[in-house]
């Protein structure tokens, strides 16, 4: 089927904002009196915010701030890094004028509240080339629930199949895949050899190495 549209993640896509989200967390749980390491953080990859705070809290019980209100001082934290200090991933606008050269729709589907995906697009003067943006905190379910791909295909006019997807985290490509997207999977470099990411149609280093060829 012919393919007429692409939908991004965001957080390690087209933003290293993985970092960001571990400091975050490490920072807001510690003022809790939690003491989580940056390795740890790995097991919340890809999760929705609620999700996410959900994880930590029934791991690490702590008192003074629901789970609500940690989830938002988390999002908060994490806005103020990438204002501050974001930075786009490698090949990001050059993927981008690619994909829209060739008459694709763009879409963004995201575990991210849509205060960070503000955020992000600000500090990377990116926005205009999204027709679509949307946050699984809409939806009942975050990734890895393909929901949020359903949706993001349905504003942009198009059916799943006719949609590739980019990821970068397991549970993202999971829920993409679950969705009936072609995907495209750009897991970091210290998690590129797990064979987990092989149910992804193709992986890649980074976005620098997007062509044409890939978007068929």
């Not at 939908?7 to 571990?22: A, K, N």
């Not at 763009?106 to 991210?112: K, N, P, R």
């Not at 985290?169 to 999977?185: D, E, P, Q, R, Y």
């Amino acid at each position: 089927m012919q393919k007429k549209a692409v939908i991004f993640d965001m957080d390690g896509v087209l933003i290293d904002s993985e970092p960001f989200w571990q400091q975050a967390q490490i920072e807001v749980l510690k003022d809790l009196g939690v003491e989580i390491t940056q390795k740890e953080c790995e097991e919340t990859m890809g999760l929705r915010i609620d999700a996410l705070v959900g994880h930590w809290y029934n791991k690490y019980r702590w008192d003074g701030s629901s789970v609500e209100e940690t989830a938002v001082t988390i999002v908060e934290r994490v806005a103020s890094h990438v204002m501050h200090s974001g930075e786009a991933k490698s090949g990001v606008y050059q993927a981008l004028e690619t994909i829209a050269a060739k008459g694709f729709k763009i879409g963004l589907a995201t575990s991210s509240p849509m205060a960070l995906v503000d955020a992000v697009l600000t500090r990377l003067n990116i926005g205009h080339y999204f027709s679509i943006r949307h946050s699984a905190e809409f939806e009942e379910y975050g990734k890895p629930h393909p929901a949020v791909y359903i949706q993001a295909a349905v504003q942009l006019g198009v059916t799943p199949k006719e949609c590739i997807a980019i990821e970068d985290s397991f549970n993202g490509l999971l829920s993409a895949k679950s969705a009936t997207m072609k995907t495209i999977v750009i897991p970091e470099a210290v998690n590129a050899a797990n064979l987990r990411f092989s149910i992804a149609d193709i992986q890649l280093s980074s976005l620098d190495e997007l062509s044409a060829e890939h978007l068929v």
